[in-house]
């Protein structure tokens, strides 16, 4: 009787930790998920720069001599 008692808390206790665990990774993987999707975007961004952007135009006027 008290050997399955002993049984179930250890189960409980190592159910807790897994759950605290599977947490963790949940945050990490919603973290690199994040991480993922912002590289993504620099990267659409820079192969399609926006035209709104101020961008310097190479066709400044030089001054004569």
Same mark, same amino acid.
């Given at each position: 009787?008290? !050997? *399955?008692?002993?049984?179930?808390?250890?189960?409980?206790?190592?159910?807790?930790? *897994?759950?605290?665990? !599977?947490?963790? =990774?949940?945050?990490?993987?919603?973290? =690199?998920?994040?991480? !993922?999707?912002?590289?993504?975007?620099?990267?659409?961004?820079?192969?399609? /720069?926006?035209?709104?952007?101020?961008?310097?135009?190479?066709?400044? /006027?030089? /001054?004569?001599?």
């Amino acid at each position: 009787m008290t !050997g *399955d008692w002993v049984l179930g808390i250890g189960y409980w206790v190592l159910g807790i930790g *897994d759950w605290v665990l !599977g947490t963790g =990774y949940w945050v990490l993987g919603t973290g =690199y998920w994040v991480l !993922g999707i912002g590289y993504w975007v620099l990267a659409v961004k820079r192969l399609f /720069p926006s035209p709104q952007s101020p961008v310097p135009s190479p066709q400044s /006027p030089v /001054p004569s001599p």
